[in-house]
């Protein structure tokens, strides 16, 4: 790519890395565009937080930005983008308009993060005690607002196998229109692993999490109810530690350190937290995505017990790093035997390596993600002209969005 283009990125937030995974995500593909000589601009209606990067250290511009308000539009107009990424969904229906009506030319690129409507469904039939089914999707509102928002985009960005899956299978969504990107990370070698911790220099269980998040909040919870109470009673000296950014007063009073569970907190460095850790524990029951805390772990050589929502689209064909089990009494076998057997540790700690090197290798996907937006900037007109669907919601979209967001904006100069 010779001449240097702009790219405005709309953030939900502002990037958080230590906070969560998708503040991570959001820095990894920051990375990717830096490095291809985009000019990137950063702005969010979000306020600022303590823990967000300063966005300045990496060359990106920040921009702050209000909802329904048209001082929006004068920014855009003024700094004219070549390409746009919406961070998730709900800034692509705000925004997305907007963008259309004037700069209708600026590639639309959408970073879903994970399948929201594939989350809230899972969660919806764990709280009905019920087993979540594929055609539950067809009915949830968030699915019909979420599919939407990707017809309209030129492209988006999906995280999961799994999902893209979903998206052609259930949704029919044509595959030009999506693009499979994975948590990116650098190849890890031998001589990674050898500056990690070694087995009898690490101790205790941790698990990780931002407590925001409403998956990680009920998996700590399950860990304290059910799945805690059986390794302590099979491996009574066990300790664990629970790390997350945002905990509430809900999550503090789990603290009880005469039963080994800690709450702990946010994680000055989460990575050290995880590399001197023996195993990570992440009982999860609902959600969607890759988890970030799973990838975290095999780059820190600890090996992890999960469930099967956990591992989802997480590790091709290869050994898992660890254990997968939806079985409480096995779940609590496999985390004391991982812990108490070095052999078995070392072997799972190899598994996650490779899970790592074979599914997330940043070098195995940035130059195809640049190559695909390359392509869209050179012929977006025969693009969208592909995408009929798109443009019919692009039409209807423009005119309610637009005089729902005029009149919110009008209702608030009064």
């Known amino acids: 790519m010779n001449q240097i283009k702009k790219l405005l990125i709309i953030g939900f937030v502002w990037p958080e890395p230590n906070s969560s995974a998708a503040g991570g995500r959001m820095m990894q593909l920051i990375s990717i565009f830096k490095e291809n000589k985009f000019e990137i601009t950063f702005a969010s209606p979000a306020l600022d937080s303590d823990f967000m990067v300063d966005l300045a250290e990496f060359g990106v511009e ?41 700069c209708p030319k600026a590639i639309r690129l959408l970073d879903t993060e994970d399948l929201h409507c594939l989350r809230t469904a899972r ?73 990690l911790p070694l087995f009898e220099e690490r101790k205790n269980f941790v698990f990780i999490g931002n407590f925001l998040h409403e998956p990680n909040w009920n998996t700590v919870q399950y860990l304290k109810e059910t799945i805690w109470p059986l390794i302590k009673k099979q491996f009574p000296e066990a300790v664990l530690e629970v790390y997350g950014a945002y905990p509430s007063q809900k999550v503090l009073q789990l603290h009880q350190p005469k039963n080994g569970f800690f709450i702990m907190g946010r994680a000055a460095d989460a990575n050290e937290i995880v590399k001197n850790a ?56 496999h985390a004391i035997a991982l812990y108490q057997d070095e052999n078995l540790w070392k072997e ?63 209702k608030n100069k009064n």
């Open 278 to 333: 023996r195993v990570v524990l992440a009982p999860i029951r609902f959600g969607a995505g890759l988890k970030g805390k799973l990838l975290e772990a095999m780059q820190c050589g600890t090996p992890s017990v999960t469930t099967t929502i956990g591992s989802e689209a997480m590790f091709a064909n290869l050994p898992w790093n660890g254990f997968i089990s939806d079985d409480i009494e096995k779940f609590a076998k």
């Open 123 to 195: 969660q919806k039939a764990f709280k009905e005690n019920r087993t979540f089914e594929l055609n539950d999707l067809l009915s949830e509102e968030v699915a019909k607002r979420e599919i939407a928002s990707i017809l309209r985009c030129d492209l988006s960005f999906i995280i999961s196998q799994f999902e893209m899956n979903i998206l052609k299978e259930v949704f029919k969504i044509d595959s030009g229109l999506l693009h499979y990107l994975p948590f990116l990370v650098d190849e890890m070698h031998e001589a990674d692993l050898l500056k």
């Open 62 to 102: 920040k921009k702050s930005i209000e909802l329904n308000n048209s001082s929006f539009d004068d920014f855009i107009i003024g700094l004219n983008p070549d390409v746009v990424l919406f961070d998730r969904f709900m800034i692509e229906e705000q925004f997305g308009w907007r963008l259309s009506e004037n």
């Open 348 to 410: 799972s700690q190899k598994n996650g390596i490779a899970i790592v090197n074979e599914c997330y290798q940043i070098s195995k996907y940035s130059a195809a993600l640049i190559e695909t937006i390359t392509s869209l900037l050179n012929d977006s007109e025969s693009h969208r002209l592909h995408n009929f669907m798109g443009s019919l919601l692009q039409h209807h979209t423009l005119k309610s969005t637009k005089y729902m967001a005029k009149w919110i904006e009008a």
